[in-house]
C-alpha cells in the first residue's frame, strides 16, 4: 500500500475523492466570474464586477461541500447568481451546470458589494458608461435547495 501513495501529497488525495466534481467546480466558476463581468445592475446598464481569489476559493469550497451528499454530485446543481448591494438583489444569471442530467438540488449564491464601494456606484446608473470595476465583498450566503424531498432550505452564511 505504502508504494501507492508514496510521492502524492494529502492535497491530491484529496483531489482524488472526485476530480470530476473538482474540474466541474473550476469550470463553473469560469462562467460564474463571465457573467459577472457583464452583471445587468440596473437600468440597462453592465457592470463589470470582480470576484477577489479568496472568495473564489470560498465559494468552490462551499459549492463541492454543498454537493457531495447529491446523489449525481455537482452535475445535478442548478445554480442562480445574485448580487446583492443595499436592499436590492439583482438576478445575474441561472446555470445549469449539467444541463444532460436531471437536476436534483438548486443553489442560490448571493455574492455582496463591499459596502464600502456603495457611495461610488450609485453614480453608475446615471453617469456615462465609463467606470472602473468594482469588486465583491468576501462575504456570501449560499441557500440549497433539494429537488426532490420537503427538506428545508440550508442557508449557508460565509
Not at 463571465?34 to 465559494?59: D, F, H, I, N, W
Request: a negative charge.
Amino acid at each position: 500500500d505504502a508504494e501507492y501513495t508514496e510521492g502524492v501529497s494529502l492535497p491530491d488525495l484529496d483531489l482524488l475523492q472526485d476530480p470530476e466534481d473538482e474540474l466541474l467546480c473550476a469550470s463553473l466558476m469560469d462562467v460564474v466570474q463571465a457573467m459577472l463581468g457583464r452583471a445587468p445592475m440596473g437600468t440597462k446598464r453592465c457592470s463589470r464586477l470582480l470576484m477577489p481569489a479568496q472568495l473564489v476559493a470560498q465559494v468552490r469550497t462551499e459549492l463541492l461541500r454543498l454537493a457531495w451528499s447529491e446523489p449525481c454530485g455537482l452535475r445535478g446543481a442548478l445554480l442562480d447568481l445574485c448580487v446583492e448591494h443595499g436592499k436590492a438583489c439583482h438576478d445575474v444569471g441561472h446555470i445549469a451546470v449539467d444541463p444532460s442530467v436531471v437536476p436534483t438540488f438548486q443553489l442560490t449564491l448571493v455574492l455582496r458589494l463591499d459596502s464600502r464601494l456603495w457611495p461610488k456606484i450609485q453614480g453608475l446608473f446615471t453617469s456615462g458608461p465609463a467606470f472602473t470595476p468594482l469588486k465583491l465583498s468576501t462575504g456570501f450566503r449560499v441557500i440549497k435547495k433539494k429537488l426532490y424531498s420537503s427538506e428545508q432550505l440550508l442557508i449557508e452564511e460565509c
